[in-house]
Structure formats: structure tokens, C-alpha cells
């Protein structure tokens, strides 16, 4: 009787690629910039909280299966919840350095202005994913301009979110690093410097407002 010896690599065939480590960290950062929690990614993975979280932080390097793991996971497999407030709150201070203070953000977001003091003050650990997109659009919007300063009232209220700004030693957006803001503990490398911009922001119009007077 003869034994088949197990059948081995066939000569010339190469073996399935390994994703690159980083690739599950970039993915994790990814779904984490969506909206999906370090619990609801560790779930949909089969992994735990805490590697995922390491992970995602730089400070744990996968394994093969930690990678397959977390790249099978897709966004509409995590349910999305409220996100880490820190990039909206870095986005916030931004905008006080150019003289926009949290009342005429909350007047282009159609927020209350309560909200965003809470935030820019640290006091919001968490927001929703809609506020997180909005701020963000309004900071693409206005990160490199100034306030108006066409009335009185616009000079004070200008000038009273530059001295916050400067009282608090926060960052202009020309030295945040966009990749990193969404990412839950980033912090940046510098802190306070003048920023005068590029030219005046727009005036922006909360997007219910829009719709409802284009439709007149």
C-alpha cells in the first residue's frame, strides 16, 4: 500500500498576500472617523476592546489574524454611534484664532451656542456624527479666514475669541495635522500663534435654513 505524502506549495506558485500591519490600523482609523466605537469594531471583529483600541493608538502591532480580523469588518457591519469630540473641539479653537467665536458658529451651524461652548470648553467628551460632519465642513469653510469685522459689534466679538484663544494657548488650523484630528487623544505640537489668514470667511447659512428658502 502507498502513502500520498501531503500535498506541499506548488513550485512557483506564490502564497497569498499578507495585508501590511498598518493596513489594520489605517482601517480601525477609518471606521473610527465614520463613527464606530473601539466596542463596536472589537464586537464585529471577535477581538477585544483593548487591542483594538492599541491598535488604532500605534501602540500594538497586529498579528496575521488581528489583521484579517479587523479588515473583514465593514462599515455597515458596526452600528455608528456618537464620536470622540476631540477633533471637533481642536476644529473649534481653530476657528476662535481667526476671531469666530462659539455664538457666530453656532449661528452658521443652526446650533445652540451652548452646545459649542461645551465642546470648545472640553466639557463634551462625545458628539454625534452629524454635528462632527458639520463642524467640520464649516472649518474647511473658514480655517484660514478671518472673521468680518464690518460693525462694531463684529470687532468685539472678534476680538473676544482671539484673547480666548490666546488665554487658552490653542492651535491655528494651518498647524493641525488632518489626518491625526479625528483620532481620539491626538494632540498638537504647537500651541497659540497669530494667524491673520487669507482673506475674510463668507458668511455661512445653517443647511435647514437653506433648503427652506430655496424652496420659496
Given at each position: 500500500m502507498s502513502i500520498t505524502p501531503p500535498a506541499g506549495p506548488v513550485p512557483g506558485q506564490a502564497a497569498p498576500p499578507y495585508p501590511a500591519p498598518g493596513s489594520a490600523?489605517?482601517?480601525?482609523?477609518?471606521?473610527?472617523?465614520?463613527?464606530r466605537t473601539y466596542r463596536a469594531i472589537a464586537a464585529a471583529a471577535g477581538l477585544d476592546r483593548a487591542t483594538v483600541s492599541d491598535l488604532a493608538r500605534g501602540r500594538r502591532r497586529p498579528n496575521r489574524?488581528?489583521?484579517?480580523?479587523?479588515?473583514?469588518?465593514?462599515?455597515?457591519?458596526?452600528?455608528?454611534?456618537?464620536?470622540?469630540?476631540?477633533?471637533?473641539?481642536?476644529?473649534?479653537?481653530?476657528?476662535?484664532?481667526?476671531?469666530?467665536?462659539?455664538?457666530?458658529?453656532?449661528?452658521?451651524?443652526?446650533?445652540?451656542?451652548?452646545?459649542?461652548?461645551?465642546?470648545?470648553?472640553?466639557?463634551?467628551?462625545?458628539?454625534?456624527?452629524?454635528l462632527r460632519d458639520q463642524v467640520a465642513d464649516l472649518y474647511d469653510a473658514w480655517w484660514d479666514k478671518r472673521a468680518p469685522a464690518r460693525t462694531r459689534f463684529d470687532r468685539g466679538a472678534a476680538t473676544a475669541a482671539r484673547k480666548r484663544a490666546i488665554a487658552g494657548n490653542w492651535c491655528a488650523g494651518a498647524a493641525l495635522d488632518d489626518d491625526l484630528l479625528d483620532i481620539p487623544g491626538y494632540r498638537p505640537r504647537h500651541g497659540w500663534k497669530l494667524a491673520t489668514g487669507t482673506g475674510v470667511a463668507p458668511d455661512v447659512r445653517p443647511a435647514a435654513r437653506r433648503r427652506r428658502r430655496d424652496r420659496r
Open positions: 490600523r489605517a482601517h480601525v482609523r477609518r471606521l473610527r472617523r465614520d463613527g489574524g488581528t489583521t484579517t480580523a479587523v479588515l473583514s469588518v465593514t462599515s455597515q457591519a458596526v452600528p455608528r454611534g456618537r464620536v470622540d469630540a476631540g477633533g471637533s473641539r481642536l476644529r473649534l479653537r481653530a476657528l476662535h484664532v481667526m476671531g469666530h467665536g462659539s455664538a457666530r458658529i453656532a449661528r452658521a451651524l443652526g446650533v445652540r451656542e451652548q452646545a459649542i461652548r461645551q465642546i470648545v470648553r472640553g466639557d463634551a467628551r462625545t458628539v454625534s456624527p452629524r
